[in-house]
Nanobody, 123 residues
Framework: QVQLVESGGGLVQAGGSLRLSCEAS???????MGWFRQVPGKEREVVAA????????VYAESVKGRFTISRDNDKNTLYLQMNSLQPEDTAVYYC?????????????????WGQGTQVTVSV
């Protein structure tokens, strides 16, 4: 099992940047990791996902070129660098882990979830 704790959310103006972190307890290096987001009334959607070695990365089309996912397996930490933030990026952002498989965009592939961190982008 792995426990996930996100941090780094907050309020930022449009065009600004934030860096989310997700610290994992337990074994981390063999897990596929992902960032997802959700707004009330909508299904949870992928932001980005990364394989255990970092060689396979996928992004949602809406964040390509603006967001960067990365991981430091020695520190058991997953990151999401978010640049050029827009109001439509406002959501609760969740970190997720899957013990096997590829970097999937499907939230149902992930077994473990953090509690979420709020990101709010103002106009």
């Amino acid at each position: 099992q792995v426990q996930l704790v996100e941090s780094g959310g907050g309020l930022v103006q449009a065009g600004g940047s934030l860096r989310l972190s997700c610290e994992a307890s337990g074994s981390f290096g063999n897990y596929v990791m992902g960032w997802f987001r959700q707004v009330p009334g909508k299904e949870r959607e992928v932001v980005a996902a990364i394989s255990w070695g970092g060689s396979n990365i996928v992004y949602a089309e809406s964040v390509k070129g603006r967001f960067t996912i990365s991981r430091d397996n020695d520190k058991n930490t997953l990151y999401l660098q978010m640049n050029s933030l827009q109001p439509e990026d406002t959501a609760v952002y969740y970190c997720a882990a899957a013990p096997y498989g590829h970097a999937s965009k499907d939230y149902r592939s992930y077994n473990f979830w953090g509690q979420g961190t709020q990101v709010t982008v103002s106009v």
